[in-house]
């Protein structure tokens, strides 16, 4: 079984901080991707890493495969309360993998 | 239709009792998943649909769950003899094929079990 580590678990900042979230496991994962959950909702896509080392910006967010594509971070620059939600990591395994194993999650809240 | 959608958005069930839940996947979408999110946890796979092929259910936890798809159409999980364990948020989302990385979620079900 492949696990996702997802840590910090919960972060509180006020707007206009930086954050970086981190998304770590001992497995290789042929890609990674990134979900925002807000409450009631389900999650929504943010982006799909592939390569290892690969850097992707979306806006005030920036996301980083790991050179051994067993780990990914994102790093919001100037935090919103809009970028409040659950962040989510989920890694598609190498073999042609179709199902992806998803982390636990971190829980952002960003105070005006 | 535009997005994925899910039915009910909320079910409160009395232990014991069966409980279906429905999920209309994108138009055109040819895979479908269902996922169940547990307070605090990550998104669990159930099962998997692609198509009319057999469906991959390695992912249902007991044989109380099942579910269904017609064809490239609606999918429907029932949960027979509801335990309170069961309680959780029950994702479906759908995908153009396999192997498609763009997975679009639904709002999912807020199912209790009282």
């Known amino acids: 079984t492949q696990l996702l580590e997802q840590s910090p678990q919960f972060l509180s900042i006020q707007e206009g901080e930086n954050l970086t979230v981190y998304c770590n496991s001992s497995?290789?994962?042929?890609?990674l991707q990134w979900y925002r959950q807000e409450p009631g909702e389900g999650p929504v896509l943010l982006v799909t890493?592939?390569?290892?080392?690969e850097v992707k910006k979306l806006k005030r967010l920036t996301f980083q495969f790991g050179d051994a594509r067993k780990d990914s971070s994102l790093h919001i620059t100037a935090a919103q309360p809009g970028d409040t939600g659950l962040y989510l990591c989920a890694g598609f395994g190498t073999g042609g993998s179709y199902i992806p194993t998803f982390g636990r999650g971190t829980s952002l809240i960003v105070h005006p | 239709g535009a997005g994925v959608s899910q039915s009910p958005s909320n079910k409160v069930t009395e232990k014991g009792k069966d409980v279906e839940l429905r999920c209309d996947p994108i138009s055109g979408h040819t895979a479908l998943y269902w996922y169940r999110q547990r307070l605090g946890q990550g998104l669990e796979f159930l099962i998997y649909f692609q198509g009319n092929s057999a469906p991959d259910k390695s992912g249902l936890p007991s044989d109380r769950f099942s579910a269904e798809r017609t064809g490239e159409s609606v999918s429907t999980l029932t949960i027979q003899r509801t335990q309170q364990e069961d309680s959780a948020v029950y994702l479906c989302?759908?995908?153009?094929?396999?192997?498609?990385?763009?997975?679009?979620f639904g709002s999912g079900t807020r199912l209790t079990v009282v």
């Open positions: 989302a759908s995908t153009l094929y396999t192997g498609d990385w763009g997975y679009t």
């Open positions: 890493v592939v390569t290892g080392g």
């Open positions: 497995s290789v994962f042929s890609s």
